[in-house]
């Protein structure tokens, strides 16, 4: 019998959980398009600080969020180990996209309602196409609530920081692990605790504990949850 891999996977977690390096590479594995959902309100973050416009104001930032000329492509060289890149207009914005000024607004971005809502068009359009992976807070829970195979991906406030000073040193930072733990702490706090489509495990998501996996065994372990399900 042939194996055919669930069509629509969806995977959310807390920030820095190791979404988007197990989403990309599974993506890779099966042949699929895959979105970091993250992206999207990132851009908007970033569109926003660019423009000196107020973050507080849903309204104004849904009416840009709609019209906004994102493009996100396959890496460019400059982008290889991120595994995409994304522009706005002729920018590339792939590493602006991470920079702490947008850390430290985009959950506030997200928070609001009329965004979100501008931006799910987009994200189901994509996932009604099939053959996708998807990752962020809200993929399992608003965004594809019927996907094929649902993730969460968990671990602990130390390891997540830790994962993202590794990463943040690759890419020439200096930040300290005890800045980064609060500024996690922070996301969690807001993207948790937020109204309109808060970070919740789905009741019908598989929930894996990161903490002492390494990324090899995670990957295994995702294989044979994927085999599992034939
Ligand atoms: O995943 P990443 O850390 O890049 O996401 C940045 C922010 O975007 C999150 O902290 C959250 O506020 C928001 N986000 C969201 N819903 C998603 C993906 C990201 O609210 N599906």
Avoid: C
Wanted: hydrophobic fraction near 40%; proline fraction near 5%; aromatic fraction near 4%.
């Amino acid at each position: 019998m042939r194996f055919v891999p669930p069509s629509t996977i969806a995977i959310d977690g807390p920030a820095g959980s190791g979404k988007t390096v197990i989403g990309l590479w599974l993506a890779a594995h099966l042949g699929y398009a895959f979105l970091d959902t993250g992206v999207l309100y990132r851009a908007v973050a970033l569109d926003a600080l660019e423009a000196n416009l107020d973050v507080h104001d849903g309204e104004l930032l849904a009416a840009r969020a709609r019209a906004i000329p994102l493009r996100i492509s396959p890496p460019d060289e400059a982008d290889r180990p991120r595994g995409y890149s994304a522009y706005l207009g002729d920018h590339r914005i792939t590493d602006s996209l991470f920079e702490p000024r947008v850390n430290s607004v985009v959950s506030i971005v997200a928070a609001h309602r009329s965004v979100r809502e501008a931006l799910l068009p987009l994200q189901r359009g994509l996932g009604e196409r099939g053959r996708v992976v998807m990752v962020g807070r809200d993929v399992t829970t608003t965004v594809l609530p019927h996907a094929d195979l649902k993730l969460y991906l968990d671990a602990s406030i130390e390891r997540r920081a830790r994962r993202r000073w590794d990463q943040e040193r690759a890419h020439g930072s200096t930040r300290d692990v005890n800045s980064i733990a609060a500024d996690l702490a922070d996301r969690d706090q807001r993207d948790s605790g937020r109204d309109a489509s808060p970070l919740r495990v789905a009741t019908d998501a598989i929930r894996i504990q990161t903490d002492d996996l390494d990324l090899e065994e995670e990957k295994r372990l995702i294989v044979e949850l994927l085999e599992s399900r034939r």
